[in-house]
């Protein structure tokens, strides 16, 4: 029982809701206890809910409201992409947006390779079987 | 000389989420009395308010100047409405606002602190707070004053707690919504956890 992932300056977070879903962006600053100045690469400083953020385990070391170059450096610097593209939970998000994105060709070619594996996974099965009988 | 200040700075596209739909604007209003043959140049005044829109800063202008001086709006000219927006809307600032308000029993006055990137947004979360925590209507509100207020002289608690560089706390009830309001359903398939 302990909490580990705390709303802190340098705090990386995914947007869960509203116009900028599925962003990471960084807690730069608290405004109160319900809101949060957020700020990513890509977009214009601004005020979130904290009920539109899901706080990740990736924090970066940064002072509270740094400029942007600050920002990007330190974002660099912690390599926050590159966790988070090999984290678990980003994994699953990316595979959800390929998945999302395909046309009927690639889902054809998806069922043609899912056929496939099953096919070697039965043959490896008989394999152990008549082995073990 | 008609104090002609257009104030306007336009800030590009600067998202800033308004947790409630009342958004109320800062303007300032300026007007006088109608040139008449005993005077014919009248003295000009110039407010700053806050309401949701010009139309409505324009006759609360009225109402204040009426209390003021000897002048109502059929015999008075407003010169210039201008909005009013904020500088620097990426930056924290706490504001402490005067006000006057009428209770059931009277007029009191009132000084509260709020914490916001935007003095629009201070002024949203006073008349907010007045109405739920005193039940007062924003007509019976009159701002006196507002200012932005530097982190040492902050009077409230609820404000200078988070003047904290290593604020740190963590998110104790975690409510799981649907990413938009088109994929809510009434009924679940299973309990959500609550937890972190």
Same mark, same amino acid.
Request: no cysteine; charged share 20%.
């Given at each position: 029982m302990g909490f580990k992932r705390y709303v802190e300056i340098g705090r990386v977070a995914l947007i869960n809701?509203?116009? !900028?879903?599925?962003k990471l962006v960084v807690?730069? !600053?608290?405004? !109160?206890?319900?809101r949060a100045l957020v700020d990513a690469p890509d977009m214009v400083r601004s005020q979130l809910n904290f009920k539109r953020l899901t706080l990740t385990d990736i924090k970066i070391d940064i002072n509270r409201v740094p400029r942007k170059k600050t920002l990007i450096e330190a974002m660099e610097k912690a390599d926050v992409k590159g966790k988070w593209e090999s984290s678990s939970w980003g994994r699953k998000l990316i595979v959800q947006k390929k998945r999302a994105s395909l046309n009927d060709f690639d889902r054809f070619k998806v069922m043609l390779a899912k056929i496939k594996r099953g096919s070697l996974v039965r043959q490896e099965l008989a394999k152990l079987k008549k082995e073990s009988a | 000389m008609i104090e002609g200040l257009f104030v306007g700075l336009l800030i590009g596209s600067i998202c800033v989420f308004s947790f409630l739909f009342v958004q109320y604007h800062q303007y300032q209003v300026v007007g006088r009395a109608l040139p008449t043959e005993s005077d014919g140049h009248p003295k000009i005044y110039r407010m700053k308010l806050w309401n949701t829109n010009e139309v409505r800063a324009k006759s609360k202008f009225w109402y204040f100047l009426r209390k003021l001086k000897k002048v109502k709006k059929s015999n008075g000219q407003i010169l210039a409405i201008n909005e009013i927006f904020e500088k620097n809307p990426t930056k924290i600032n706490n504001y402490g606002i005067w006000l006057r308000y009428q209770s059931r029993t009277g007029y009191h006055n009132m000084y509260k602190e709020f914490r916001d990137t935007t003095l629009n947004g201070a002024v949203e979360q006073m008349y907010s707070e007045m109405a739920s925590r005193h039940r007062v209507r924003s007509p019976c509100i009159q701002i006196i004053k507002t200012a932005t207020i530097p982190a040492k002289l902050c009077k409230r608690e609820s404000t200078k707690q988070?003047?904290?560089?290593k604020i740190k706390f963590p998110l104790v009830f975690k409510k799981v919504r649907p990413p938009t309001r088109k994929l809510k359903t009434t009924y679940k398939a299973s309990r959500p956890n609550l937890f972190v």
């Open positions: 809701y509203g116009k !900028d879903y599925g807690i730069v !600053d608290v405004v !109160d206890q319900n | 988070f003047h904290n560089s």
